[in-house]
T-cell receptor
Framework: NAGVTQTPKFQVLKTGQSMTLQCAQD?????MSWYRQDPGMGLRLIHY???????DQGEVPNGYNVSRSTTEDFPLRLLSAAPSQTSVYFC??????????????????FGEGSWLTVV | DAKTTQPTSMDCAEGRAANLPCNHS???????VYWYRQIHSQGPQYIIH???NNETNEMASLIITEDRKSSTLILPHATLRDTAVYYC?????????????FGAGTQVVVTP
């Protein structure tokens, strides 16, 4: 059981380049989401998904695309990177309801983060 | 609008109890109080949650006032590894986890 796995851990992009941050979870969670965290700031929600084939925008969706073709994977795509997208990105996953089986249903699990620099 | 208010920072001596306050004066009857923490350069980690009763687990205790307008997270014996940003969040059981919103949190520094 690996939990939430993000790749790559570090990435440097040039302005205008595209890339995809990968996120995978092996806990059969319905919900998956992407956050960004800028230095000294809290987490801000980019996009989230309530299940395969369903995605929705969060607080700061501009410049990012997502898709959810499987339960396990939730990639985040930057189509044309900008310096303002320099940040740490966290992927997270959870069961759908608070009372889902056991303690694990009561929490959301985060990946270790992906550090992205756009120059 | 922010649902919770926390102090920006606080210090705590190693071995002493750390008491982290959180105000949530507009909390609804079906909203839970959750606490997470984020150690530097790591993803956020769940600590504890509660509805109206006080809760305790292996990491911390959560004290919720009778009117539920505020709560306190207690780390009973703080260690240097407890240095982190602590987030207080309110969430209804019917809210999508995908809409979980983190504020700025409280930066806790545990000193020797």
């Amino acid at each position: 059981n690996a939990g939430v796995t993000q790749t790559p851990k570090f990435q440097v992009l040039k302005t205008g380049q595209s890339m995809t941050l990968q996120c995978a979870q092996d806990m059969n969670h319905e919900y998956m989401s992407w956050y960004r965290q800028d230095p000294g700031m809290g987490l801000r929600l980019i996009h989230y998904s309530v299940g395969a084939g369903i995605t929705d925008q969060g607080e700061v969706p501009n410049g990012y695309n997502v898709s959810r073709s499987t339960t396990e994977d939730f990639p985040l795509r930057l189509l044309s990177a900008a310096p303002s997208q320099t940040s740490v990105y966290f992927c997270a996953s959870s069961y759908s309801f608070i009372f889902t089986t056991g303690r694990s249903g009561n929490t959301i699990y985060f990946g270790e983060g992906s550090w992205l620099t756009v120059v | 609008d922010a649902k919770t208010t926390q102090p920006t920072s606080m210090d705590c001596a190693e071995g002493r109890a750390a008491n982290l306050p959180c105000n949530h004066s507009t909390i609804s009857g079906n909203e839970y109080v959750y606490w997470y923490r984020q150690i530097h350069s790591q993803g956020p980690q769940y600590i504890i949650h509660g509805l109206k009763n006080n809760e305790t687990n292996e990491m911390a205790s959560l004290i919720i006032t009778e009117d539920r307008k505020s709560s306190t997270l207690i780390l009973p014996h703080a260690t240097l590894r407890d240095t982190a940003v602590y987030y207080c969040i309110v969430r209804s059981e019917t809210d999508s986890w995908g809409k979980l919103q983190f504020g700025a949190g409280t930066q806790v520094v545990v000193t020797p």
